[in-house]
T-cell receptor
Framework: AQSVTQLDSHVSVSEGTPVLLRCNYS??????LFWYVQHPNKGLQLLLK??????LVKGINGFEAEFKKSETSFHLTKPSAHMSDAAEYFC??????????FGAGTRLFVKA | NAGVTQTPKFQVLKTGQSMTLQCAQD?????MSWYRQDPGMGLRLIHY???????DQGEVPNGYNVSRSTTEDFPLRLLSAAPSQTSVYFC???????????FGQGTRLTVV
């Protein structure tokens, strides 16, 4: 069975400081993993994806994530937060076939 | 590129009314799905389709119907709206395998 756990419902950082959003997954098969971002009252935008190539994945807007199989983790990071990064972030797992499973989301607040 | 198009963007219904949320995609994707998004719960799968003429239930199907007569369209019907169906609804499409899903902009539904 697949599942996704986002370890923090809310994260607050100051502008210019690093961002870490944590995600653990459970999957019986080799998963594909994704991070999506949702700005207030907007749709879902793909930030980055891991599909069994390089374990360090770079995405848009300076975000990156590292796939760690031994830890079943796929944490999202950014070296320096910007005010425009304030949004909700979703970790998502897919293991071929159809099923796409969402985490509950992490809301990122960025303080000036 | 239109991608995934949902209509309407906003809707207010009275309890007991019925309506159809429309979803269309122009990427020739086999898989289409409907999710609802509620605070703190991520996106939960309502119904999905793996091709024209084939649909199945997801995690929270009660009170909703779907059909898939063409590859492009996947409407979601609310049979008798209830306040518990107040939510934001997203339609998504994807190809078989482990690539990402593409999302519409969402429909914000309020049932009073």
């Amino acid at each position: 069975a697949q599942s996704v756990t986002q370890l923090d419902s809310h994260v607050s950082v100051s502008e210019g400081t690093p961002v870490l959003l944590r995600c653990n997954y459970s999957s019986s098969y080799s998963p594909s993993l994704f991070w999506y971002v949702q700005h207030p009252n907007k749709g879902l935008q793909l930030l980055l994806k891991y599909t069994s190539a390089a374990t360090l994945v770079k995405g848009i807007n300076g975000f990156e994530a590292e796939f760690k199989k031994s830890e079943t983790s796929f944490h999202l990071t950014k070296p320096s937060a910007h005010m425009s990064d304030a949004a909700e972030y979703f970790c998502v797992v897919r293991t071929g076939g159809f099923k796409t499973i969402f985490g509950a989301g992490t809301r990122l607040f960025v303080k000036a | 590129n239109a991608g995934v198009t949902q209509t309407p963007k906003f809707q207010v219904l009275k309890t007991g009314q019925s309506m159809t949320l429309q979803c269309a995609q122009d990427m020739n994707h086999e898989y289409m799905s409907w999710y609802r998004q509620d605070p703190g719960m991520g996106l939960r799968l309502i119904h999905y389709s793996v091709g024209a003429g084939i649909t199945d239930q997801g995690e929270v199907p009660n009170g909703y119907n779907v059909s898939r007569s063409t590859t492009e369209d996947f409407p979601l019907r609310l049979l008798s709206a209830a306040p518990s169906q107040t939510s934001v609804y997203f339609c998504a499409s994807s190809s078989p395998g482990q690539g990402e899903a593409f999302f519409g902009q969402g429909t914000r539904l309020t049932v009073v």
